[in-house]
């Protein structure tokens, strides 16, 4: 699953229209969540369901399972951990710059 853009990002529809075109927006939906909103204040948020899952899983705090990540005690890393694990760690400048999540 690729991830979403952050919230303000997503296309705001106001119902009156989403109600006069529901399936070109509900067929949006399924590649972004779309923001419903009434008298400009944003209501609901129509999605994909397996993002909704995702959302879910993350939220009920089964954020590994959910990035499909597995939870390895460093002594049980394998040379091929360490290595992955050391490659993503950022540098001084990185971390000092607040650029180290790419």
């Known amino acids: ?10 296309q705001r529809i106001p119902l009156t ?8 927006f509900l067929d949006l939906s399924t590649r972004t969540p779309v923001i419903l909103t009434s008298h400009g ?25 959910a990035m499909g990540i597995e939870a390895v005690r460093t002594a049980d890393m394998t040379d091929e951990d360490r290595a992955a694990f050391n490659a ?10 607040d650029q180290w999540d790419d």
Not at 17 to 24: L, S
Not at 45 to 54: L, N, S
């Open 1 to 10: 699953m690729t991830a979403a853009p952050p919230l303000e990002q997503h």
């Open 17 to 24: 229209r989403f109600h006069n075109n529901t399936g070109e």
């Open 41 to 65: 204040r944003e209501r609901h948020v129509i999605t994909d369901v397996a993002y909704f899952r995702h959302l879910e899983d993350v939220a009920a705090g089964r954020l590994l399972d």
């Open 88 to 97: 993503a760690r950022p540098t001084a400048d990185e971390l000092a710059n």
